[in-house]
Structure formats: structure tokens, C-alpha cells
């Protein structure tokens, strides 16, 4: 798969077509699959943590999530095809799901978002599977307590429910260091962090109207809702500033 490094960080060259197709094709192999989903913020992070950066380094796909890695390709020289937002990524898998009979679990959110996130997402796909939720407020590797007692008994719940595919929304990068310190120890063949996510499909947070989407302007949009967010969205000229300055060193094409 060809791939383009931004700011030292590999993000795969995919469209949502072929972001689907390789899931589906993980599906049916034995090897479980790691989708990290990085917005401009995350690789500008990514930059400095070492331990991010390892994780997205070997993760088995990594999808541009925000218009700002579509801009910062274009000023690195090497245009991805297309962005590949996460929830939209979570979307088509749930509609796969639907259709060939497959199980998810859902953890994250406060206490009672992932369940109320199942039971929306359960009323439009029928045939989907929800194998079980959890919400995301107990101590594990993700808030610097690995191997708690509360993470292996969330585990413990995740594995009895044997999902086929996990989504886990605990907020980048905490969801991205949880599901690389336990991906072996959980049942499941794709884990995928899906950010806030849950809270959209349980009916607590609206997403970007359509046009807004499809300008790639949703940052504008949950600016507008949430103006306290001013000083992470300020991340993104950063994030672009930053690669106008280390554009030579920041491509990398694949052999």
C-alpha cells in the first residue's frame, strides 16, 4: 500500500473504498487489524511523542481523517486521494456488518453512551450484532494504569462477548495507546479508535451538516458549537505551518 509520511508520520494513501475493502479482507484472516484514524492534531502530536508515533508506525492502516492532512499532502508533494474521516470509516462498517451478519463491540463514553450508541445504531441496521458496549471511564493503559483491575475486568466483559469488530472511543491518542497495550489480550479481529464517535450515534452530539462535510469544514462547525475548543482548533495552521517548514524532509515515497 503506498503510503505518504507527514511531519515523519505514515498515513496510507487510501479512499473509503479501499480503507472498506482491506477491513473486509481483515475479516477473514486470523491476523488482528489496527486502524488508527489521525487528524491533523494527532500527527502534529504524533511529531513529538515518541510512543504515538511507534503505535501509528505499526499500526496496519492509518487513514487521513481531517482536511488538514488532504493540505499538508498537497505541500508535501504527494496529494492523498481523499479524506477518510473516521466516523465515516465506522459507518461502512456498520453497514458491512449489517450485511454479512458480523458482530461489534462498542466501549467508550460515559456510562450509558455506548449502550444508547447500540440501541441507535441496532434501529437502522437490523441484522448488525451489537455483542456487547462499556463505557470508557475506568483506569487502564489509556490514563497511565495498565493492567488495572477495572481494565482487565473490561477486557474480561469485551473477550466474553467475542465481537468481530471493536470500536473504541476514548479519545485520541488514549483510545490508540489502549487498543496497541491490549490488542492480544482482547477477542476481536478489527479494532478501530473511533474518537468521539459514540456520542454522535447516541444522539448526544450532532455532527457538521452535510455541506459543512463536504467542505471539509466540520472543525468550523463544532467551533462554532463549542467556542471553549478555540485553543485545540488552533492546532491546525500550526499543524500546517509547520509542514511548510520541514516539507523537504517530510516525504517518503514507497519502494
Request: hydrophobic share 40%; charged share 25%; aromatic share 8%.
Amino acid at each position: 500500500m503506498d503510503k505518504i509520511k507527514i511531519l515523519g508520520v505514515p498515513i496510507d494513501r487510501v479512499t473509503m473504498r479501499e480503507a472498506v475493502a482491506r477491513t473486509v479482507e481483515a475479516l477473514s484472516n486470523d491476523k488482528k487489524f489496527f486502524i488508527v484514524t489521525p487528524n491533523s492534531e494527532i500527527v502534529f502530536h504524533a511529531n513529538k511523542d515518541k510512543k504515538l508515533h511507534t503505535i501509528i508506525e505499526k499500526a496496519d492502516m492509518v487513514v487521513p481523517d481531517g482536511i488538514g492532512l488532504v493540505i499538508g499532502s498537497k505541500i508535501v508533494g504527494k496529494p492523498l486521494n481523499e479524506r477518510v474521516t473516521g466516523i465515516d470509516l465506522m459507518e461502512n462498517l456498520l453497514k458491512y456488518a449489517d450485511e454479512s451478519g458480523k458482530s461489534i463491540y462498542l466501549i467508550g463514553g460515559k456510562e450509558g453512551v455506548a449502550q444508547e450508541a447500540g440501541f441507535n445504531i441496532k434501529e437502522k441496521y437490523k441484522n448488525l450484532k451489537i455483542a456487547g458496549t462499556h463505557h470508557g471511564y475506568f483506569k487502564g493503559s489509556h490514563t497511565g494504569h495498565p493492567n488495572s483491575k477495572e481494565e482487565t475486568l473490561a477486557i474480561e466483559h469485551l473477550n466474553a462477548a467475542n465481537p468481530d469488530i471493536v470500536f473504541v472511543a476514548l479519545g485520541a491518542p488514549r483510545q490508540e495507546f489502549f487498543i496497541d497495550s491490549n490488542i492480544e489480550k482482547m477477542n476481536g479481529k478489527v479494532f478501530m479508535g473511533v474518537g468521539g464517535s459514540l456520542d454522535v450515534y447516541s444522539g448526544k452530539v450532532n455532527r457538521a451538516p452535510k455541506i459543512y462535510q463536504n467542505l471539509g469544514l466540520e472543525w468550523l462547525y463544532r467551533l462554532i458549537q463549542e467556542p471553549w475548543r478555540f485553543k485545540r482548533m488552533s492546532a491546525l495552521p500550526l499543524f500546517l505551518i509547520y509542514v511548510l517548514l520541514k516539507r523537504d524532509k517530510s516525504i517518503n515515497r514507497s519502494d
